[in-house]
């Protein structure tokens, strides 16, 4: 694949796995979502990821009222494209995941390519310094039927199929190795047209961990899967944000940052806000020879409907 000159910075706002109790930072009201995103956008994000919550008790929430105060306030102040996850929750069904994204008929929307175990990997962070412990019993063993993450062909199908008159550019969330033969078979059976943007995920207790090699094993898979008929990002959740993102601009990749994936800006130290993080990783990938994409430039490279 011909190397892409320009990276596009995805910033994921929010998200549905952290609380608001990890960081004072995470954006939750319609008013906080609001302006870290159009912070996120003046700070060189081109893709905005955006879930909703609960206003008053930052809850998770599909509702599409729990958006419509703040997607016309990014609208009118920034030229980000929007990107709505289709991921909801864990507990949700593939119906009301898609709701917000059939409601709202947005630029992108998330596309989760696999079944798994998902949580976030408590060794990877760690959001207080001393005396932590983890409960694996507890959280894990108990707890184990909340952290399913159900996407089965049947799902992956009925989102394809109800959103498809919306032509909603795909952010395909791929968090194995496994979701790339998923994505490459709803492709050969018609559920997906080329260019596609995959979304590599690494990190999630769950999926593929966030090793350098796996980035280049996933890359290396989608080649050969997808040859010219993909452009790909990569996520690094918790810790390796900063670094697989930097790897990945390095390899000619775009990245996504935000508090959905990390709380953190460095090893140990919350981050102020989604800007800082996207700040961040401008600042490297801009010291480091490349060259952040517009909005626009992101709508050209990957065919959005614009
Ligand atoms: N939370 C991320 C690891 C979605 O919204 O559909 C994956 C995600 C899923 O963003
Ligand atoms: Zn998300």
New binding site residues.
């Given amino acids: 694949m011909a190397r892409q000159k320009k990276t596009i910075i995805t910033c ?1 706002i929010t ?2 796995i952290h609380t608001p109790t990890m960081s004072d930072a995470l954006p939750y009201t319609y008013d906080d979502i609001a302006q870290q995103a159009i912070d996120a956008a003046e700070a060189g994000a081109s893709i905005l ?1 955006l ?1 909703a919550r609960n206003n008053e008790t930052g809850a998770p929430s599909v509702n599409p009222d729990d958006f419509a105060p703040f997607l016309p306030r990014i609208k009118q102040a920034t030229d980000a494209v929007v990107n709505i ?1 289709t ?1 909801g929750s864990l507990t949700l069904s593939i119906q009301d995941r898609i709701t917000p994204a059939k409601t709202f008929s947005p630029e992108m929307c ?1 596309m989760n390519m696999g079944s798994m175990n998902f949580s976030f990997h408590p060794l990877a962070n760690r959001y207080k310094d001393g005396d932590w412990k983890f409960d694996w019993e507890k959280e894990y063993v108990a707890g184990s039927d909340q952290n399913i993450f159900r996407n089965t062909f049947r799902d992956i199908k009925e989102a394809a199929d109800t959103l498809a008159p919306h032509d909603i550019k795909f952010e395909h969330e791929c968090y194995d190795v496994g979701h790339l033969y998923n994505l490459k078979f709803c492709m050969d059976i018609g559920l997906f047209k080329a260019p596609i943007f995959i979304q590599f995920i690494f990190g999630i207790l769950g999926g593929i961990g966030p090793e350098v090699d796996n980035l280049i094993f996933m890359k290396r898979t989608a080649d050969r899967l997808f040859g010219d008929d993909y452009r790909w990002s990569v996520l690094g959740a918790g810790g390796a944000q900063m670094s697989l993102a930097t790897t990945a601009s390095q390899m000619g990749g775009n990245v996504r940052v935000g508090l ?1 994936d990390s709380l953190f800006i460095s090893r140990g130290q919350l981050a102020e806000s989604n800007a800082q993080q996207v700040a961040k990783i401008r600042r490297i990938v801009e010291d480091l020879g490349s060259q952040v994409a517009t909005p626009d430039e992101a709508r050209e490279i990957l065919d959005l409907k614009g």
Wanted: proline content about 0%; cysteine-free; hydrophobic content about 20%.
């Fill in positions: 994921a998200g549905a990821h879930h996850s991921g998330s959905e």
